[in-house]
């Protein structure tokens, strides 16, 4: 199963995240199939890539939950 999730890059104390498509079992900065966006947290900049992240929700990958609510505030996901 695939999710889509972040992972963590950056320096020490200053994280940002990429949006990646990984299997469910791999480790958090494990190896990933597909980057989709990416996230930083110390600006609250973000960028999505929205055609990549429709087709991979078409197919059946779920987001977490921080994903959920990031794709939710920028309005690619509609609750």
Do not use: F, H
């Not at 990429?18 to 791999?26: D, I, T, Y």
């Not at 609510?69 to 690619?76: D, G, I, P, R």
């Amino acid at each position: 199963m695939l999710k889509l999730r972040l992972k963590r890059n950056g320096r020490k104390k200053q994280p940002s995240y990429r949006l990646v498509v990984m299997p469910v079992n791999s480790r958090r900065n494990g190896r990933s199939i597909d980057q989709v966006g990416y996230y930083d947290t110390m600006t609250k900049k973000y960028y999505l890539n929205v055609i990549k992240i429709t087709k991979w929700l078409e197919k059946g990958v779920k987001p977490t939950q921080t994903v959920y609510n990031l794709l939710k505030k920028a309005n690619v996901i509609e609750d």
